[in-house]
């Protein structure tokens, strides 16, 4: 009976989810295009990707030649909102574009780059480009490959801003 609880004890422990993790991230595109940003997964499986439905806090601050341009944060959803993140712990990197991927990546802007809101700032990697979205417009110079890596790094104690975290988030368009 002793071992039986042993190995019930170790294998619901394989189950359980991991600890929340944080990471910071930068994307640099093309035209002097690019942001810095952050991401807080809780809740999340021990193995596979996890994606928006994983995401505690959230944003991402854009900039042009290092001046700020836009920014955009979790706590900005709404239900126009298209919001799809797929992360790999294991790479440590948000998923590329690729055949399983089409798109992978869509922060408060859509496949056709021009839903980011009036005065907006979105991100989308599609099997096209990696771009950003300004006041609903696609801002084609900032473009780069689809396949470009997109690294993350594990960090702790990372300040979100007021606007970053939600509870329960809203529920958004997400792309398929």
Not at 26 to 35: A, D, N, Q, V
Not at 41 to 55: I, M, S
Not at 67 to 87: H, N, S
Not at 132 to 154: G, H, K, W, Y
Request: aromatic share 12%.
């Amino acid at each position: 009976m002793h071992l039986h609880f042993v190995l019930m004890l170790a294998l619901s422990a394989l189950a359980a989810p991991a600890a929340a993790q944080d990471f910071r991230f930068e994307w640099r595109g093309s035209g002097g295009y690019g942001f810095r940003g952050a991401v807080s997964f809780a809740d999340v499986p021990a193995k596979g990707l996890w994606t928006q439905d994983h995401v505690r806090c959230f944003e991402i601050d854009g900039t042009r030649d290092g001046a700020p341009i836009g920014r955009w944060a979790l706590g900005m959803v709404t239900e126009e909102t298209t919001w799809q993140l797929t992360f790999d712990p294991e790479a440590g990197a948000f998923v590329t574009a690729g055949p399983d991927w089409p798109i992978s990546q869509a922060w408060n802007m859509d496949g056709e780059g021009m839903n980011c809101g009036a005065s907006g700032f979105g991100f989308n990697l599609g099997d096209f480009a990696q771009d950003i979205c300004l006041d609903n417009t696609l801002i084609v110079e900032s473009q780069v490959p689809p396949n470009t890596p997109f690294p993350a790094r594990e960090t702790s104690g990372h300040l979100f801003g007021p606007d970053a975290c939600l509870g329960s988030v809203v529920v958004s368009r997400q792309q398929r």
